[in-house]
Nanobody, 123 residues
């Protein structure tokens, strides 16, 4: 069993950066696939990025590639999402997710979810 808790959201202007952190408890994050999803008002939850348990393989949604970076922080049992050059369309609730095996972009394939952290990009 894994419990996830996100932090780092906030209100920023276009072009700014934010760093989201997801800390796991109850089981080690290092043995789980980690991912970030987001959900804008009135829209479905969508894939943002995922990272393999080793950190060697990372996948990104096309509209965040080159701006967002997902990384593991295994000593702190966490995964991090560094978001640069934020745009208004990045606004939404960002969720951390985990599963045991297999990188996937499908939300229903993930077993564990955090409560989410709000990111608002507005001038």
């Amino acid at each position: 069993q894994v419990q996830l808790a996100e932090s780092g959201g906030g209100l920023v202007q276009p072009g700014d950066s934010l760093r989201l952190v997801c800390v796991a408890s109850g089981d080690t994050f290092s043995t789980n696939i980690g991912a970030w999803f987001r959900q804008a008002p009135g829209k479905e939850r969508e894939f943002v990025a995922s990272i393999s348990w080793s950190g060697d393989v990372r996948n990104y949604a096309e509209d965040v590639r080159g701006r967002f970076t997902i990384a593991r922080d295994n000593p702190n049992n966490a995964i991090v999402l560094q978001m640069n050059n934020l745009k208004p369309e990045d606004t939404g609730v960002y969720y951390c997710a985990a599963r045991k095996l297999g990188l996937t972009r499908v939300a229903t394939h993930y077993n564990y979810w955090g409560q989410g952290t709000q990111v608002t990009v507005s001038s």
